[in-house]
């Protein structure tokens, strides 16, 4: 089959295009490229044409097994959106350089259930909205959703985060938000008496100029009936959102009379516990008096005692060494500060060269967790499958630190904010802090202090605590870390740690996600349970703030915020957007101030092992590992990832951003079970 290119001025054909093997049911002019036509058909495949040469740019392959119906082109998000008569959905990203590949593919069936399940759970008990629904009269027929129809949407307030669609089906009118893959809205054609039509065959919507109303044009598939429908895309989106319950979220503190931050806590808080202790005493007369005391006294009542000269040097000169070497520092300079920078480049591309890379486990252990240290980056921390954690230099030269005594993996580490200590937690049920001196732990917290193994462990509240997850229970510990050694009492832990305030989620699940924020003060932690859901609790107040349910398909396997950086300045409000990881379910972009999904990342493949996300120091990219041996890099204002970062050999589990420099450090599982360390630069200077 062919599709025909006329002019209307001359009524001629100006071009044909063959290429099909079905009839095409569609054709879209792409906005930005006025010489490209991209074409559907019943083939099941699409094809980009260059009908001012008639020339073939681009042949997709077959698609599902049933036909393609629509197509539309989004300028906005600049995505092809393709409707099958199966009710599938397909994306396809129109950048240059993308080479139309696919960004994901969506099953509007379940989309619509989990839009009624949300509906359903966010209704308040006891009450049931208004509704001009019919009765029931009978038992109810599934009815498919053939992708009828594809037209733009202008939704007010959803526009600005991304771009809306409208899906006309044979069942009803869909809302179909293009930066989250989700419903926004729902409009069945059965839930209204004055509408004749309750099974369309076909449909058209088109907004109506200078106003956000559609006009919805159907056709009855069973009879000769035309009905006309006007709708408010506004209105119906805010009959059909979630309805928000308590106080507005945000990560930094809003403003008001407190001029320092620590200040405004509750006296109720459990974070009042912290800042009242960290309020140095003044010293008494009696401890003065007391340290002045002498309490030992040599066994000569002499101060100074001469020596007998045995052990003195002799008085030859036997080598003098030449100190006078001029010194410009080029390369001292350069080694140590080769990877830092004073600030860090906003409008930096994404990583993509290799650095370097390191072996770090030789006995074909796992690497589960890296973190680079806060401020300056210039250490990294990691967790292995052989109870080891391993400390090293950002720029990966030297030999790692070996910190030892773990029964168990090391799924979780964590820097202190001031670099001093690094936090460890392991499947055995424990949890260590180390110092850089030394590699005796100066703090154990054993399965006495936790009910069930720890999932997650941090430094909380810029290193006044400990935060930690058990089970059901987020925990917060006071700790103190006393560094002082006595030989002879080594066995005796100086260092002590205490729970100041436990709580269990809404549901009492277990946790398998936490986070919150250390670089600046911050009452909210953000957990993730079994149950799929995200809950989010407010330490001030020392109690759960909001509840987001089915956030994922599956459960969330990590928790990340955008934390920003020392280095890099971003909007107050950037740091209110976090990301969540559920295998086999892409990445989610969310927002504490709508607890909404703002934008989705498809692309790389995660099925059945956890692969670690990162945002970057600016906030504009988050990094991911995959099952296919590459890291995966994305634009918070894109769908598709921009970067694939190949050279590992098996499941990248990890991805780290150094804070200070527009690199970024990754590490992987190998099928042989053996770690290594890649380090990848940018390709500015």
């Not at 119906?236 to 001029?259: A, E, K, M, N």
């Not at 980056?377 to 990966?396: E, F, I, K, T, Y």
């Not at 990219?621 to 634009?635: I, L, S």
């Not at 204002?637 to 990890?654: D, E, I, K, P, W």
Request: glycine fraction near 8%; proline fraction near 5%.
């Amino acid at each position: 089959m062919s599709a025909d290119r006329k002019s209307f001025k001359s009524r001629s054909t100006l071009a044909e295009l063959d290429g099909h093997h079905g009839p095409v049911t569609a054709a879209e002019f792409c906005a930005q490229q006025t010489h490209i036509l991209i074409s559907a058909s019943e083939d099941r495949s699409f094809k980009v044409w260059d009908h001012r040469v008639g020339s073939l740019i681009h042949s997709s392959s077959v698609l599902t097994a049933s036909p393609l119906l629509s197509l539309l082109v989004d300028p906005w998000s600049q995505q092809l959106v393709a409707g099958c008569t199966d009710g599938q959905l397909w994306i396809f990203s129109l950048v240059e350089g993308h080479h139309y590949r696919c960004v994901t593919h969506v099953d509007l069936r379940k989309k619509r259930e989990s839009f009624s399940t949300r509906r359903a759970e966010s209704k308040p008990e006891g009450g049931q909205p208004p509704s001009t629904k019919a009765p029931e009269t009978g038992e109810e027929t599934e009815v498919a959703l053939p992708v009828l129809s594809l037209a733009a949407c202008d939704c007010g307030f959803l526009s600005e985060t991304g771009s809306c669609l409208w899906i006309g089906s044979s069942a009803g009118l869909l809302i179909f938000n293009l930066a989250s893959f989700e419903l926004e809205g729902v409009l069945h054609y059965k839930d209204f008496w004055s509408l004749s039509i309750q099974v369309a065959g076909s449909c058209a919507v088109a907004s109506r100029t200078g106003g956000r109303e559609a006009l919805c044009l159907l056709t009855s598939m069973f009879g000769n009936e035309t009905a006309l429908v006007e709708v408010d895309p506004a209105a119906l989106l805010r009959s059909q959102q979630r309805p928000r319950r308590g106080p507005d979220l945000s990560v930094l503190p809003r403003p008001g009379p407190c001029f320092y931050f620590s200040s405004c806590v509750s006296p109720t808080s459990p974070l009042y516990l912290g800042l009242k202790e960290k309020r140095t005493k003044p010293a008494t007369q009696k401890q003065v008096a007391a340290r002045s005391v002498v309490k030992d006294h040599p066994l000569v009542f002499h101060n100074k005692i001469q020596s007998s000269g045995y052990t003195a040097a002799p008085c030859a000169t036997m080598f003098s060494p030449k100190t006078n070497f001029k010194n410009d520092g080029k390369r001292a300079s350069k080694c140590k500060n080769n990877y830092r920078r004073k600030e860090y480049p906003l409008e930096s591309p994404p990583p993509s060269k290799l650095g370097k890379r390191l072996a770090v486990a030789r006995d074909q252990a796992a690497l589960l967790c890296i973190q680079c240290s806060a401020g300056d980056g210039q250490r990294l921390a990691c967790g292995l499958a052989n109870h080891l954690s391993l400390v090293c230099n950002a720029d990966l030269t030297g030999t790692p630190a070996v910190l030892s005594g773990h029964d168990g993996a090391v799924g979780s580490v964590c820097w202190s904010h001031d670099g001093r200590w690094v936090l460890s937690a392991s499947q055995d049920g424990t949890l260590r802090v180390w110092s850089m001196r030394g590699p005796e732990p100066l703090l154990r917290l054993g399965k006495d202090m936790f009910p069930k193994p720890v999932q997650s462990a941090q430094f909380y509240y810029i290193d006044a605590f400990i935060l930690s997850s058990s089970g059901p229970e987020v925990q917060l510990l006071k700790h103190h870390i006393d560094t002082s050694k006595d030989d002879l009492r080594r066995y005796r832990q100086k260092s002590w740690c205490t729970p100041v305030c436990r709580l269990l989620t809404a549901d009492v699940v277990d946790i398998t996600s936490l986070s919150a924020v250390n670089d600046f003060h911050s009452y909210l932690v953000l957990a993730a349970g079994r149950n799929r859901t995200l809950e989010i609790f407010d330490l001030n107040v020392g109690c759960s703030a909001a509840v987001i349910t089915g956030a994922h398909s599956r459960p969330v396997y990590q928790i990340c915020q955008n934390k920003g950086s020392s280095f890099a300045t971003q909007q107050s409000q950037a740091y209110n957007l976090f990301a969540t990881a559920a295998t086999g379910d892409g990445i989610k972009l969310w927002d504490l101030r709508t607890l909404r999904c703002e934008r989705r990342f498809e692309g790389h493949p995660n099925r059945g092992y956890p692969c670690g996300i990162a945002f970057s120091p600016c906030g504009r990219f988050v990094a991911c590992g995959a099952e296919d041996r590459h890291a995966y890099v994305y634009e918070t204002s894109s769908s598709t990832f921009s970067r694939r970062l190949a050279g590992h050999t098996s499941t990248v589990t990890a991805v780290a951003f150094s804070p200070a420099a527009a690199q970024k450090c990754r590490k992987i599982r190998r099928s042989s079970w053996t770690g290594r360390w890649k380090r990848k630069a940018s390709t500015v200077k």
